[in-house]
């Protein structure tokens, strides 16, 4: 056994999957947003839709967090940096509808809270997760959608499509290296169509 070679592990050797328009379309459509928990939820999506945040900087939002007046977003990073992102006006008339329209009563600071037993309780990251897989089970996106990082990856994929640099998309995705960001690269296939070098053997 020691004699036989292992198989090569390439890093990042996998396609980034994310979510088409018309995935997205069907995904956002799926939430009862005349409930509470449907306003609460649907906000959760656009903020992980949207900004690309990650369950746990969504988890971690507070009230404290969203400037108004600004239009920005401030969260905890990584490495306990504080990132401000412009807010869009779609994600926060969601959560402006939320807060307005359906976000109980409580003392808590944090954006998401409970509507269930315990109450006066935060939103924790598996709420997020179930908010996000219980609407892709609505809309039939369940064997695509299994958690949230597929919609940071549609969000990095979305911009790379639309012309955006790497610096940007790396910017927005707060990745400390470039190189984590590259792995985009991958679907951008006009660009990688400039430079493919001809299949040997392919006729011209």
Known sequence: IAALPRVAQWRHSR??????????ERLLGAF???SATGKRDYAITRCLLDLG???VEVAHLRLDDVDWEA?????????K???ILPLPDATGTAIMDYLRNGRPQTTRRELFVRHRPPNNAPADMDIIRNAVRNAARRCGLEHRIRGTHILRHTVACRMVQS???FKEIADL????????TTIYAKVDLAGLSRVAMPWPGRLP
């Open 32 to 34: 009862d947003r005349t």
């Open 81 to 83: 940096r504080i990132d």
């Open 163 to 165: 012309g955006a640099r």
């Open 15 to 24: 396609l980034p999957q994310g979510l088409s328009a018309d995935e997205v």
């Open 53 to 55: 945040l990650r369950r």
């Open 71 to 79: 239009g920005t977003m401030h969260f905890c990073a990584k490495g």
């Open 173 to 180: 995705l707060r990745h400390r290296s470039l190189d984590t």
